[in-house]
């Protein structure tokens, strides 16, 4: 009951981290926001999320998900859309998403932090992808769903929807979650362990690679393909939400697949090596220029790639002791997520310095390369890593 709790949580999670790709069109309308703004409010939510993982890591080890996870997301998602569903301006929409962020920052790391402690090593990136599958459901939501309930009811009556949704999520979550039992370690302190965790060298080269596998495939999902597709191939808001609901198949079929496959295979190297190396390929493919069919495409083969979240995971599971699972996870995944956010922040950027008036696709175009170039770097890094057998 409790996985399942958490995997409804999930959904919402995932919803969050990208509908603002969809609403973008309404908020700019309604609020005035420039492209930076925009920016800014997406990396505002994974920057929270990602500063949220260093305490998020300790509680999770300290006093287990169950409240970890119901008082944030209560507080965070509930309240924090609550504030956006008010929003006057950039600013407090940018506060409210950081706030989301922090509500949905434990969802996750719950999640794998149980099936660490409960299940057998080699069955944590199967576990965590299926987890992964069924929350990208929230990108499918947040996609053509979302499109028909911005226009049936606004923004801000969709985010009224979404806060009483998270208040229920988090209720269940505080009624239904089971903690594991608590390990100790003689002289642990909640700072000792982050400290030991980044201390650990065989994970270095395992870091640029978090920091930038999943930055491309969800900024482009959660920010950047609802203008490209809208100011480069003159998309209304229903195309760009079926656009985006086969990248976020993609991105189901991926996590799930992906996911599981290290078992069959038996590596997490060369399988994080190869999906991400097809990943950056598509990803450089886009920043050419294509038509609106191949970007589609392209765009879909980038969500199922760039879903190699779960293996990387696992890799760098497996060399955590078990008295630092919640701090190990949450360390990677502030690598992850803060990825994600700096690339927001980022890429708002490129696309100003990019924009050309006689050229709508120039700033779309720096914005893929960008994403191709990191993601190709952390890959010649993670070259060097540690396989670790399922």
Avoid at 24 to 40: E, F, I, K, Y
Avoid at 156 to 174: D, F, K, N, P
Avoid at 283 to 296: D, I, S
């Amino acid at each position: 009951m409790d996985v399942a709790a958490l995997f409804a949580a999930y959904v919402l999670s995932q919803f969050f981290r990208s509908f603002l790709a969809v609403l973008s069109p309404g908020l700019t309308a309604d609020l005035g926001l420039s492209a930076v703004q925009l920016s800014d409010a997406a990396g505002a939510w994974f920057m929270a999320f990602a500063l949220a993982q260093f305490p998020i890591g300790v509680a999770l080890d300290r006093i287990g998900p169950r409240r970890t996870v119901g008082w944030l997301m209560l507080v965070g998602a509930a309240g924090g859309s609550l504030l956006f569903a008010s929003a006057q301006s950039a600013g407090a929409l940018i506060a409210a998403m950081a706030l989301i962020g922090v509500g949905c920052a434990p969802v996750l790391m719950a999640g794998m932090f149980i099936f660490a402690r409960r299940h057998a090593p080699a069955r944590f990136a199967t576990l965590s992808g299926l987890m992964i599958g069924f929350g990208s459901l929230g990108n499918v939501l947040g996609a053509g769903p979302l499109a028909h309930a911005a226009e049936a009811f606004g923004w801000r009556g969709v985010m009224l929807g979404l806060a009483a949704m998270a208040a229920l999520l988090a209720a269940i979550a505080l009624t239904a979650i089971r903690d594991p039992e608590r390990i100790a370690a003689e002289g642990d302190s909640a700072l000792g362990g982050v400290l030991a965790v980044l201390r650990m060298r065989v994970l270095w080269p395992l870091l640029p690679l978090a920091v930038f596998n999943y930055a491309s495939s969800a900024g482009i999902r959660g920010l950047w393909a609802g203008p490209y597709l809208s100011e480069v191939h003159g998309m209304d808001a229903i195309g760009i939400g079926e656009a985006m609901t086969w990248m976020a198949l993609g991105m189901v079929a991926g996590s799930v697949l992906i996911g599981s496959a290290d078992r069959l295979l038996g590596t997490r190297k060369w399988l994080n090596l190869s999906a991400n190396a097809i990943g950056a390929a598509c990803v450089a493919v886009l920043a050419m220029g294509v038509a609106p069919q191949t970007a589609t495409a392209l765009m879909t083969a980038i969500g199922f790639f760039g879903a190699s979240y779960a293996a990387l995971m696992a890799h760098a599971r497996s060399f955590f002791p078990a008295h630092l699972t919640g701090r190990g996870v949450t360390v990677m995944n502030f690598f992850s997520i803060g990825g994600v956010g700096l690339g927001q922040f980022a890429t708002g950027r490129i696309a100003e310095a990019a924009a050309d008036p006689a050229d709508p696709a120039a700033a779309f175009h720096a914005i893929f390369a960008y994403y191709a170039a990191t993601l190709t770097v952390a890959l010649a890094i993670y070259l060097f890593s540690r396989d670790s057998k399922p």
